[in-house]
């Protein structure tokens, strides 16, 4: 598959998001300290967010013709993200290991944005719009609560 194409991209980003959702989960279990109370819940909300966009982009995947990515492995040898070690993570250092991939995630999302406009292919590319803006979101909330 080209490695440019929209096709390419898109399953690119659900093996991100995989990738993602198990780092999340990791800082969910392995937090300690003071804002326990607080980051623990909302992670949980993260992590329903990862699983609606996951389906969401491996479904409009088969809509246009292609097979989603459905393997740890694969996802491994493609995604941008490095995997994040098991170990107690305070909230702070959590939310600013999230605050990064959050933004690496957006880089991508923009790259998928580009190739979906270019290609004229409108649903992907609102679908891809809608899941920017809450990550654009989630990166000022984080940021501001780390600054
Ligand atoms: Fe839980």
Avoid: C
């Amino acid at each position: 598959m080209d490695k440019m194409s929209l096709a390419f991209q898109m399953n690119k980003f659900v093996g991100d998001l995989h990738v993602f959702k198990t780092k999340v989960h990791n800082f969910h279990w392995n937090l300690v300290g003071e804002h326990f109370f607080v980051i623990h819940p909302m992670l949980d909300g993260i992590m329903a967010e990862i699983d609606t966009q996951i389906d969401s982009v491996a479904e409009r995947l088969l809509m246009v013709g292609h097979r989603p990515h459905a393997s740890l492995h694969v996802y491994l040898q493609h995604t941008v993200l490095a995997e994040a070690e098991t170990k107690p993570y305070g909230a702070k250092e959590a939310v600013n290991y999230m605050l990064h991939d959050f933004k690496l995630l957006l880089t991508e999302i923009n790259l998928i944005m580009k190739i979906a406009e270019k290609n004229g292919d409108g649903e992907t590319l609102s679908l891809m719009t809608e899941i920017g803006a809450l990550y654009q979101k989630h990166i000022w909330m984080f940021g501001a609560w780390v600054a």
